[in-house]
């Protein structure tokens, strides 16, 4: 979101804006990934977390299921997520806080879509077709918001679209 809200304010400065699996407002399909919902979630959120400083176990459980669903092949995800829960685990202070405020940004961005709509660079929005919570209906009302943008949707790929699918991914984010 952050990268989105960057190149409107500094559109002059962007040769191509490349959007993975992403979104910048609160839109029709949108789903919260449910570990999202839960720490995002102010009336549960706060429980969320005391459990999960109190239970170890269960943090990474729950990272592993929740990451885990993200990534398509299986020897990638056994062999991936706990070299990201590893990395997530310092991060997860700064976690909790985007995620705070996530609903009231997400409704609160609606405010910027004029300036989407005026957005003249091009734009490539790269989304898995087998993404569950950031899915083709959000991908292609994403897309549709950017007057020159270019929709992705890559086959076998779900929410990290760059690990299913790296070099796809790769050969559309050099292209010219």
Known sequence: MWCARLALDNPDRIATLVL?????????GLRRPRAIA????????????????????LDRRLYTWQVGTFIA???????LVPQLYGQFLPARPAFWRLNDGLLGTAFNRRRR????RRFAPPVRVIF???DRTLNPRVA???AALFPNSELHLLDGAGHY??????QQVADLIARE
């Open 140 to 142: 292609r009302n994403f």
């Open 20 to 28: 993975l699996n992403s979104y910048y407002h609160w839109t029709a």
């Open 73 to 79: 092949d299986p020897a990638v995800r056994e062999r």
């Open 113 to 116: 879509i004029g300036d989407i």
């Open 161 to 166: 679209v760059q690990v299913d699918q790296p």
């Open 128 to 130: 898995g077709a087998r």
């Open 38 to 57: 839960l720490y995002s979630t102010p009336t549960v959120r706060t429980a969320a977390r005391a459990i999960v400083r109190r239970r170890p176990g």
